[in-house]
């Protein structure tokens, strides 16, 4: 029969690589896609849905036309088990799916105990609003639902995380939700970092945007001995006890559980890759794209791990039908919106070397820019969005 690929994980990277193959392969491959939810609720622009400027309802998007149009064979369901001896994947409902080739793409999930009091439990009080889901809608309720004068903090994560400037784009369309509704509230952003993704353009923008909001507490002052309590809402920085209104905590990552089931992660949590190909390095048949991989210089991204699943697409078309074997290639860009229209971007272009995905060139929005230039950079984000998710989903 056809030869098998069983995609584990239907986001950024899994719905990218199944789409692709199915359709590349004209049918050649018979493609099953492992998926929990029935609606994926992209992680970008929640941000911005946050803040206002763009729909919760925009953010989700319907798995029925990898079925319906590239005869993708949908399952939704849990992925449980891998033996990747025998070759097979083990369902939360007992099916078992035997591959030829294997994605997965689970993306994280947050390392217990990582920031002590809090775990997935007190997600309801203190939400991450790091995947897909109703975290960001619950998350910015709760910033509607704020008192007057009150205070809303931030726990953020150490590297490496999904979304580097992630965390900087919410203080930054929470500041721009208070500035309208409530301008006597406080941001308190603690960060275990010393630096952080585009630090030198969100500052540059919470000064000219939202001046006197936002105050960070960095290592140097304690916020990488933080812990939380649900129950009392406060957070310990160091010993010093602040009482908070909303808490949005993002705990520390690891690959999607699933990868560490299938034995292929190392002790820091993430599976290590071939760069040249996507492969787990402990495993020839099975490719391993986006936030659970660890490949290098390029960041965790949607955009990254679309690029990686056309890499492993390639790959696995040539192994398994033999057409022509294209080096490997990646791009990246992340933008960030800081205000309304003032968008900003970093972004690469990425060769394999054997060791890692290694930068060949990159770019950066730079400080003063005018508000032409952030506006056109906000618009580009917007066709990006639309792109990628016609790439997945279309
Ligand atoms: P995901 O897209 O998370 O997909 C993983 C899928 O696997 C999920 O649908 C999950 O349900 C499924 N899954 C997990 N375990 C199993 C299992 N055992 N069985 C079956 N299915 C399973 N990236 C950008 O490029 N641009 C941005 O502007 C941007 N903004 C962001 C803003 C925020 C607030 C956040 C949190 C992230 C942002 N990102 C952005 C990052 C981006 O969302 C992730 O890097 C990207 O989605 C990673 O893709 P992935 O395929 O690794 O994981």
Redesign the pocket.
């Known amino acids: 029969g056809r030869p098998r690929v069983v995609v584990?994980?239907?986001?950024?990277?899994?719905a990218t690589a199944a789409r692709h193959l199915a359709m590349q392969s004209g049918g050649a491959i018979d493609v099953t896609l492992?998926?929990?939810?029935r609606t994926?609720y992209?992680?970008?622009?929640?941000?911005l849905a946050l803040g206002g400027v763009w729909s919760f309802d925009d953010l989700g998007h319907s798995y029925a036309n990898l079925a319906a149009v590239h005869g993708i064979n949908v399952v939704h369901?849990?992925?449980?088990g891998v033996d990747r001896d025998a070759r097979t994947v083990t369902l939360a409902g007992g099916g078992v799916l035997p591959w030829d080739r294997l994605v997965l793409?689970?993306?994280?999930d947050f390392v217990d105990g990582a920031v002590p009091g809090w775990d997935v439990a007190a997600q309801g009080r203190m939400p991450h609003?790091?995947?897909?889901g109703t975290q960001?809608a619950l998350l910015a309720a709760q910033v509607e639902g704020m008192r007057e004068g009150g205070v809303f903090a931030m726990v953020a994560p150490p590297n490496p995380y999904?979304?580097p400037p992630?965390p900087y784009?919410?203080i930054s369309m929470v500041a721009h939700v208070l500035t309208q509704r409530n301008p006597t509230a406080k941001i308190l952003l603690v960060d275990p970092k010393e630096s952080f993704s585009k630090q030198a353009l969100f500052e540059e923008g919470w000064q000219r945007h939202y001046p006197g909001m936002i105050e960070r507490i960095d290592p140097l002052f304690g916020a990488d001995n933080v812990s939380v309590d649900p129950e009392a809402m406060t957070v310990d920085i160091d010993g010093v006890i602040e009482q908070v209104d909303v808490c949005n905590v993002i705990p520390a990552q690891k690959a999607?559980?699933?990868a560490e089931v299938a034995g292929l992660t190392n002790d820091a949590g993430w599976v290590p890759v071939d760069p040249h190909t996507m492969k787990a390095r402990a495993d020839e048949a099975v490719f391993v794209?986006?936030?659970?991989s660890q490949q290098g210089d390029m960041p965790?991204?949607?955009?990254?791990?679309n690029s990686q699943a056309k890499v492993a697409v390639n790959v696995i078309r040539h192994e398994l039908l033999d057409t022509r074997l294209f080096p490997a290639r990646y791009s990246?860009t992340?933008?960030?919106l800081i205000a309304p229209d003032d968008g900003v971007k970093v972004g690469a272009a990425y060769d394999a070397t054997d060791e890692k995905i290694a930068t060949r060139d990159s770019f950066i929005s730079q400080t003063g820019e005018d508000t032409d230039l952030r506006a056109a950079t906000f618009a580009e984000?917007i066709g990006w969005y639309r792109g990628?998710t016609a790439d997945m989903f279309g």
Do not use: H, M, Q
């Not at 584990?8 to 899994?14: A, E, F, L, M, Y």
């Not at 609003?129 to 897909?132: D, L, P, S, T, V």
């Not at 794209?289 to 659970?292: E, S, T």
């Open positions: 584990v994980g239907g986001g950024s990277g899994g492992v998926e929990p939810s994926y992209t992680c970008y622009f929640s941000n369901d849990w992925a449980v793409s689970p993306g994280i609003a790091y995947k897909g960001a999904r979304c992630g784009e919410r999607g559980r699933i794209l986006g936030d659970a965790k991204s949607g955009y990254s791990a990246n992340c933008w960030s984000s990628i």
